[in-house]
């Protein structure tokens, strides 16, 4: 079973996002308050636990959630192997899969830190098509591939 296990937040752009707990989702928006939510392809970024791990077991351990900007982690779903397109069921929202994976902005603190970063490659974005309620601990699930 899919579940979220963080929603992460933060005012500003370039910094790690805050978790929050719960959030609510705006239809073609993205999580409210969140500096990277507007009107384009990537209102939500998603990154699961599993891809963290792989980071801490590079020498940080003490990694929180939110560490890669990602609005939610999750844990219990391949993110980088669902193909864009995909719908995704997330709490009370309907989210559609609109990348899979991004560019590295420079100067990235945990790319310098280990000489790896996990988002480029396993991160996702979405966008919000039905809007809602997000908590730690909803449920995940594969609407429409």
Known sequence: MAIVLA???SK??????????????VAD???????HAASWHRQVSLLGNESVEKVKALGLPDLEYGAFAENLTTEGITLYELPVGTKLRVGETLMEVTQIGKECHTGCAIRQKTGD????????????LEPGWVRQGDSIEIAEQ
């Open 12 to 25: 500003e752009k370039g910094v790690p996002k805050k978790n929050i707990e719960v959030g609510y989702f």
């Open 117 to 128: 970063c996990v988002m480029p490659r396993e991160g996702i974005f979405t966008k919000v």
């Open 29 to 35: 928006h993205g999580l409210e308050g969140d500096a």
């Open 7 to 9: 929603v992460n937040s």
